[in-house]
């Protein structure tokens, strides 16, 4: 064959290769994935940012980095959640996409790390020296904080993306496989179940004896915490993911059409709506008269309780560099902690909006 | 409304839903939906593949002919053109009759992949992602959320840890690629279609050892469905890529013939698609064999093919 056939040959396959390549890399097709939001938690004055497959330690007052681990990212894979802390030991505590739950301390030396047989996508809940946390392999574990060994496991039928939510003795769970589990936290006993219409992906609320959650299926149900049996449900326009807030005998809750709701904790009743910008996917912080919602278009709202008021906004400069706000803000001391999508870092002061300090994850 | 927007619009977000569906009365089996949306999907697209794969197999039994115009014509473009387009006339074959179904094809094959991508999530981006593409009045699909990954030894949204499906999307790929060529005469397209026909199966085997194994079952059913198809074109045309048509056949022996030897004289292809009054007649492939001059040859090309013929003596 003439060399010049071969190479034209040889031409249109690498393009056509590498076509091919492009629109599958374009489309994502692998299993695990390439990116993740940010996770973000405090303990005293450190704020700890989940980012990618490391967690960075920041001080709370200038946003400088005190710490990170691991060096080695490879290690950890992907995280989704923000780290738990048990004080005053320091240990931290993440789960993530690489099946595995890891336990460190300041400044990041390893204690012990817990392999499961799925990713860790919620966040684990430390109390009394149990670690408890949900994870994609359908189970629920306890575990001692210690050193990582299994108390217990509570298998459920799909993957539990919340945080375990830890009051009196008991554990509630929110599974993706639409139910609501309340557990006994000392052996993992089941005490009661409910089942929703939709997944339940984010914890629930505890107020006034109710267990309050959204769901997938456009509804926010009210439990009674004692028997598990539902007490009221209301409609949202969209899948409700970010658990609910409780502030002053109201409970407040958001969807991703963007809408938060202001609701009687007794009946259910709506008492105010007010459109975001753009859909919901946080948690929402509920204080002092104030609730504090996050949209995915980069914008922060701080709303009145009372009337669903817009009091002000909070926005990073540049909203298209930062990208969306997906993970649960941390409110402490007058300075409302966010986290943006691309890792970046905001403390706004509630008092104006405006900026304290910003964390460029790109310059650590 | 950009082009995003009309494509996640009217391509991405019906095939998902539609996927859903079939996902909530298929006994919310994930691999059986997609297996069913596949075939669904490549049998409502049957009228744009027939014609395409047609005029594909009919422009590849038209290969050795073009080869001898080439030949005839040598540099005179023109005069190839004129030949050539007769000769597809003659033919019935439209030149560019595979391309525009392919090309109304492509965004299906594309959505199809994208809605089993997309219903397939398994992280909180994916499904965040999902959560705006689902049809909220269509009733119950929320409620779908998230799909039953689990499926025999398999966990969908995740590659296969046995290594059995890559094989599969090889081996049924590689198959389909064999029903889908046939020997051409022009050695650049012969090489061309012989590395596909290895490279793309190996390529998408590998590939799938990291592909969620929803995707490979995909990628095999679409292959499975693209086979039966193929074989039922192959049938009616009367032809079998295992059996190439007797000039083509005779073309690969004169071709290894030693120096010196005789050529064979063979008949043109006798395939019903390009027989007509005005068919070229019969033909020596062999290139240092006399050729027949076609009805309608004028004699400035009679004269160029005797130059040439002397200038090979």
């Given amino acids: 064959m003439e060399v010049h056939v071969l190479i034209k040959s040889l031409l249109k396959l690498v393009l056509l290769s590498l076509m091919l390549v492009a629109i599958l890399s374009l489309a994502g097709c692998e299993g695990q994935p390439t990116e993740s939001w940010p996770g973000l938690g405090m303990d005293g004055d450190t704020l700890y940012v989940s980012l990618g497959a490391k967690v960075h330690a920041l001080d709370r007052e200038t946003g400088a980095q005190s710490w990170a681990f691991p060096a080695d990212e490879s290690q950890t894979g992907q995280m989704f959640h923000a780290p738990a802390v048990q004080s005053p030991a320091g240990q931290v505590f993440v789960g993530s996409f690489k099946d595995r739950l890891f336990a460190f301390e300041a400044p990041g030396r390893d204690l012990w790390s817990f392999p499961t047989k799925g990713a860790i996508v919620g966040g684990a809940t430390v109390m009394n020296d149990v670690v408890y946390v949900g994870c994609n392999d359908r189970n629920v574990y306890a575990l001692s904080a210690a050193d990582g060994t299994l108390q217990w496991a509570f298998g459920t039928e799909s993957w539990n993306w919340a945080s375990p939510v830890y009051e009196d003795g008991d554990v509630y769970v929110a599974s993706m496989d639409h139910r609501v589990y309340r557990l006994d936290a000392t052996d993992g006993t089941e005490k009661w179940r409910f089942e929703a219409e939709g997944a339940v992906a984010d914890s629930p609320v505890l107020a006034d004896g109710k267990v309050i959650f959204g769901d997938f299926d456009r509804q926010v149900h009210a439990l009674d915490a004692a028997s598990g049996a539902e007490i009221w449900s209301v409609a949202t326009d969209q899948w409700v993911w970010g658990s609910p807030a409780y502030d002053d005998g109201l409970v407040f809750v958001a969807d991703l059409s963007g809408k938060v709701y202001a609701l009687n904790p007794a009946t259910g009743d709506k008492l105010w709506e007010f459109k975001a910008g753009g859909p919901v996917r946080a948690g929402l912080i509920a204080r002092n008269g104030v609730v504090y919602a996050l949209s995915q278009n980069g914008v922060g709202y701080a709303l009145d309780a009372k009337q669903g008021t817009e009091i002000r906004r909070f926005s990073p400069g540049d909203p298209q560099l930062a990208g969306r706000f997906l993970s649960d803000p941390v409110l402490a001391d007058d300075v409302l902690y966010v986290v943006s999508e691309k890792g970046f870092v905001y403390a706004f002061l509630t008092t104006d909006g405006t900026t304290k300090w910003v964390f460029n994850p790109t310059s650590d | ?313």
């Fill in chain 2, 1 to 313: 409304m950009g082009i995003s927007e009309l494509w996640t619009s009217f391509f991405l977000q019906p095939m998902l839903n539609s996927l859903l569906w079939l996902y909530s009365v298929l006994g919310h089996n994930f691999a059986l939906s997609i297996t069913v949306f596949t075939i669904i999907v490549r049998l409502v697209t049957l009228p744009l593949t027939i014609p395409q794969m047609t005029s594909s197999k009919k422009m590849q039994v038209l290969q050795p002919k073009l080869k001898e115009l080439k030949k005839k014509h040598g540099d005179d473009k023109e005069a190839m053109t004129r030949a050539q387009m007769d000769l597809y006339k003659e033919a019935g074959v439209n030149p560019m009759g595979g391309c525009l179904p392919m090309l109304v094809q492509f965004p299906i094959w594309i959505g199809l992949y994208q809605s089993i991508y997309q219903a397939m999530a398994v992280n909180p981006i994916q499904v965040l992602d999902l959560s705006q593409n689902i049809y909220l009045n269509f009733p119950n699909l929320s409620q779908m959320i998230p799909l039953n990954d689990q499926f025999l030894w398999l966990n969908l949204g995740r590659p296969d840890p046995y290594y059995i499906l890559p094989v599969l999307v090889a081996a049924s790929m590689f198959f389909q690629q064999k029903l889908m060529t046939m020997p051409s005469a022009d050695p650049s397209s012969e090489s061309m279609t012989k590395s596909m026909t290895y490279t793309m199966p190996l390529m998408f085997g590998f590939f799938s050892l990291n592909f969620s194994s929803g995707l490979s079952i995909y990628f095999i059913m679409s292959s499975l469905v693209g086979i039966v198809i193929q074989l039922g074109i192959n049938k009616v045309m009367g032809m079998d890529s295992s059996n190439p048509p007797a000039n083509e056949k005779s073309k690969s022996k004169d071709t290894k013939r030693p120096v010196g030897e005789q050529p064979v004289k063979v008949d043109v292809p006798s395939v019903a698609v390009i027989e007509s009054e005005n068919a070229t007649p019969a033909q020596d492939y062999g290139s240092n064999a006399p050729q027949s001059v076609p009805a309608g040859s004028n004699t400035r090309e009679k004269g160029k093919r005797r130059r040439a013929r002397k200038k090979k003596r």
